[in-house]
């Protein structure tokens, strides 16, 4: 039996944390070699750099193509959707996201669109409306680049699924993280093919409903939440 792989899909590196910078301070110098070499350390064999804007991505791919055991992801977080029309010109950021993937891609490390959805609990940073249409243009990055999506989903999961409906033919799959729905939430959006689901760990925490929702999602799809699949799935390519 081959050995099983660990794979970490979603590793925040372009937070200012791993520069040392918290609260707008600096505290210490940057710390992702440390980081990475405990986790090679601990039998982490790849591990995929999570890009929440046009600049962050850039800043995951410059960070991916330093490891060949490093990848990433391209794409506008739900939280961050107001950039594509700060931009002047919500167009123009699409394009420069597509070149970006495809540049990505031509490299060997753009592996997934993403992270993008939809997040209803922080709506201070991004209304719905906006959410919604930015999460919708970015199934034309999926669907350019035939790359499966690293999704995140909070709260929002009838206009999520309606979304995701609507562009079934765009998308080959991917995971949905940050899930914190209803049973049937879990339903629905297992139906879609090729698509698993990570529970958001925040509610897990509090025992939340979702903990147990969550729970049977981990029944029937164990190795999705653990990422499993989704590693062969991304690195079938
Ligand atoms: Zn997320």
Redesign the pocket.
């Known amino acids: 039996m081959a050995p099983i792989r660990m794979i970490d899909i979603a590793v925040n590196f372009t937070d200012g944390m791993f520069k040392g910078i918290y609260n707008g301070k600096q505290h210490h110098v940057s710390d992702i070699a440390t980081v990475l070499s405990r986790a090679w350390n601990a039998g982490v064999d790849r591990i995929i750099v999570t890009g929440g804007s046009l600049e962050e991505s850039k800043e995951a791919l410059a960070i991916a193509e330093t490891d060949g055991r490093l990848f990433c992801t391209v794409g506008v ?1 739900p939280t961050r959707c107001k950039e594509f029309e700060e931009s002047g010109d919500p167009e123009k950021h699409f394009q420069g996201l597509l070149a970006l993937a495809k540049e990505g891609i031509q490299k060997g490390k753009v592996v997934a669109i993403g ?1 993008c959805g939809l997040d209803y609990d922080r709506l201070h940073f991004c209304p719905p409306e906006v959410q919604k249409k930015y999460f919708e243009k970015q199934f034309e990055l999926a669907y350019a680049t035939k790359l499966p999506m690293f999704l ?1 989903m909070r709260a929002a999961a009838e206009d999520f699924c309606e979304i995701m409906e609507r562009n079934i033919n765009k998308f080959t799959g991917g995971v949905t ?2 899930f914190t729905g209803s049973a049937e939430d879990r339903d629905k959006l297992l139906s879609f093919h090729n698509m698993y689901i990570g529970e958001n760990a925040t509610y897990t925490c509090h025992l939340h409903l979702t903990c147990l929702v969550a729970m049977h999602a981990v029944i029937w799809h164990l190795l999705a939440t653990l990422y499993l699949p989704t590693i062969v799935f991304l690195f079938r390519r």
Do not use: A
């Open positions: 977080h992270e995140h993280h940050s």
